[in-house]
């Protein structure tokens, strides 16, 4: 049986979604980027996909590049001028195959599920991440020992969040509180990719 395009699979998707209030709310939105580039922006809510979290990233070169994340019940990708098919494949592929599937196609990417409650937008700055991944990777810290080990982890990183709640208008609470989330999705992203 022969697969149908891509354009006429979206079209069906969208048309699958539709009934008689969904489509008065959210919907399919196909943009160009000034840098230049495409932009896809699928709502995912009320649909079979709604509860998907992940983020994959892959920058080779500024010519060649893209960006999908699935957060807050919607499908959002961008990625160079060449990009816009590829990008409606990549939302059929999760469509079809299920977020474990798309996660498995992906190892080469950066690959982040998402707790719940916890979006990347709201997520640590880069180098307390990157530093958090350091101590989880050199204290051996995994899914089981977690629950036990990531409050002290946080702890160990104070200083730095404490030096962030003074510049930003986040308290110390909340920063542990994503310190801790963006240590288990580094584990389970970890455990996912391997």
């Given amino acids: 049986m022969k697969q149908a395009n891509i354009l006429t699979w979206i079209q069906n998707w969208y048309l699958s979604q539709c009934d008689g209030e969904w489509e008065h709310e959210y919907g399919v939105k196909i943009e160009t980027l000034d840098n230049p580039g495409w932009w896809v922006r699928i709502d995912l809510a009320y649909t079979d996909l709604e509860d998907i979290r992940l983020e994959v990233s892959v920058g ?10 699935v957060v807050d019940k919607v499908f959002d990708a961008s990625g160079d001028p060449t990009k816009l098919e590829f ?9 079809e195959f299920g977020e474990e ?13 998402i707790a719940e409650g916890f979006t990347l937008d709201r997520g640590l ?6 530093l958090l991944e350091q101590l989880i990777e050199a204290e051996g810290v995994t899914a089981q020992t977690m ?18 709640a003074q510049t930003s ?7 542990l509180m994503l ?3 963006y240590g288990w999705n580094y584990i389970y992203s970890r455990q996912t990719l391997r």
């Fill in 101 to 113: 599937a798309f996660l498995h196609q992906h190892t080469s990417s950066r690959v982040i599920p």
């Fill in 169 to 175: 208008d986040t308290d110390m609470d909340r920063l």
């Fill in 147 to 164: 629950p036990d080990r990531g409050r002290e982890l946080a702890h160990r990183i104070k200083p730095a969040l404490e030096e962030l």
């Fill in 60 to 69: 080779e070169s500024a010519d060649d590049w893209h960006y999908i994340k």
């Fill in 125 to 130: 700055p880069k180098p307390i991440g990157k």
């Fill in 87 to 95: 990008l409606l494949n990549e939302f059929r592929a999760l469509a």
């Fill in 179 to 181: 310190t801790y989330n």
